[in-house]
């Protein structure tokens, strides 16, 4: 019974550290984004001095800077990010009038992580792009459907991870037309 016992706790010990050094080389330190960037061609986006962003790739128009902030004559972002609970930032898209266009919504999930860039961080986009989206959480247009006190958000700091965030708290916002 005992060399049961040892073998059993043998066994669990070498998963265990199999698993801990699987886990500590997936903890590989990526670089900043802004340093990343500097080595990569020009992606698949064109920038306007609008302002907005087409994405060739997906046929997406975003606007280029967090809401809250304004286009300078160089279509540059100036000015102070607007934090929005998921309530708010639903009844402001619709309403928005950015860059001379209407028909702004808050974008899914998924349209949120297909900008998002894996291979850098903080914030885990293409800066020379979206030159102020920050390392944070921004709202996605899609609820929780398990618990609707909650709705989705999407963390721009290292892989664009999403999670489910209370409505009531305020946080960033980006918005796309279709």
């Known amino acids: 019974m005992k060399i049961k016992k040892t073998v059993l706790f043998g066994s669990l010990f070498l998963i265990f550290s199999v698993m801990s050094s699987q ?67 639903q009844a402001y898209a619709p309403t928005a009038e950015l860059a001379g266009l209407s028909g702004w919504r808050v974008p899914t999930v998924d349209e949120l992580k297909e900008i998002n860039e894996t291979d850098c961080r903080n914030p885990s986009i293409d800066s020379r792009v979206f030159p102020t989206i920050k390392g944070d959480i921004y709202w996605s247009s899609e609820e929780n459907f398990w618990v609707s006190v909650f709705a989705w958000g999407v963390f721009f700091y290292n892989n664009g991870d999403f999670g489910r965030h209370r409505k009531d708290t305020p946080y960033f916002l980006m918005l796309v037309r279709d």
């Not at 900043?32 to 064109?46: I, M, N, V």
């Not at 920038?47 to 304004?70: A, M, P, S, Y």
């Not at 160089?74 to 998921?86: I, L």
């Open 23 to 89: 886990s500590s080389a997936a903890r590989i330190v990526l670089p900043l984004c802004a340093d990343y960037f500097k080595k990569q061609p020009e992606g698949r986006y064109q920038v306007n001095k609008t302002g907005t962003v087409h994405d060739t790739q997906t046929g997406l128009t975003w606007f280029r800077c967090n809401i809250g902030e304004k286009v300078d004559s160089n279509g540059g972002c100036q000015g102070r990010a607007s934090r929005f609970t998921w309530t708010e930032a």
